[in-house]
């Protein structure tokens, strides 16, 4: 079973910039579409990146320029390169497979990592 440990988050000023990392384990990923999701309190979460398996990436437009996505399948690892940080991008973010079917996921949800975006 597939399980996902993501890291990186933590506190950093408006403008700044944080790399997320989502270490996978199990079987698969390399076959896998990956995405980076976030909730912030009151609100429901929200896909924010994805890549697919052959590295195609698509984003939510509030991250457009600002977030890139990527993976190394070797170390079955997906990243959230994150610049130019507003405090809206506050949220706990997560990493988990897109299902075919919006708003769905295919695996489990790990614990998250949370970003704060304040001065």
């Known amino acids: 079973q597939v399980q996902f440990v993501e890291s990186g988050g933590g506190l950093v000023q408006p403008g700044g910039s944080l790399r997320l990392s989502c270490a996978a384990s199990g079987r698969s990923f390399r076959g896998d579409d990956m995405g980076w999701y976030r909730q912030a309190p009151g609100h429901v979460r929200e896909l924010v990146a994805s890549?697919?398996?052959?590295?195609?990436?698509n984003y939510v437009d509030s991250v457009k320029g600002r977030f890139t996505i990527s993976r190394d399948n070797a170390k079955k690892t997906a990243y959230l390169q994150m610049n130019s940080l507003r405090p809206e991008d506050s949220a706990i973010y997560y990493c988990n497979v897109p299902s075919p079917f919006p708003g769905y996921v295919v695996r489990s949800w790990g614990q998250g990592t949370q970003v704060t975006v304040s001065s």
């Open positions: 890549i697919t398996s052959g590295g195609v990436t």
